[in-house]
C-alpha cells in the first residue's frame, strides 16, 4: 500500500500550508490551482480572491493587521501567469 500524497491545503486561521508549512498558497499548491482550473482562469482569479479576503478576516480575527499589498502579491501575484498560455516570442 502506498501513502497518498498529502495536498498542499491552508491551515486556518493562519493561512500556513497544512503539508509544506509555507504561506498558503504555497508553490506546489499555485501548481496545483493552475492544473485544477486550467482553462478557467476566471474562476481561479475569484477563488483565489475569495481565499484572499478570508485569509484578511482571520488575520483580523487573530488581532493582528494584514498588509494589503502583500495579501493581493500572495494571493493574486501570480494569475498572469496562470491566465495567458506561454507561447513562443514574436521575432
Ligand atoms: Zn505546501
Not at 506546489?28 to 485544477?36: F, G, H, N, T, V
Amino acid at each position: 500500500m502506498t501513502a497518498r500524497p498529502r495536498p498542499h491545503l491552508p491551515m486556518r486561521p493562519v493561512w500556513l500550508c497544512r503539508n509544506c508549512a509555507a504561506p498558503w498558497p504555497c508553490s506546489p499548491a499555485q501548481l496545483d490551482l493552475i492544473a485544477e482550473f486550467y482553462g478557467h482562469s476566471i474562476a481561479l482569479a475569484f477563488y483565489l480572491a475569495a481565499s484572499m479576503h478570508e485569509a484578511i478576516d482571520d488575520v483580523y480575527g487573530l488581532g493582528l493587521r494584514p498588509s494589503s499589498p502583500a495579501m493581493h502579491a500572495r494571493f493574486l501575484g501570480r494569475l498572469s501567469l496562470a491566465r495567458w498560455p506561454r507561447r513562443s516570442p514574436r521575432l
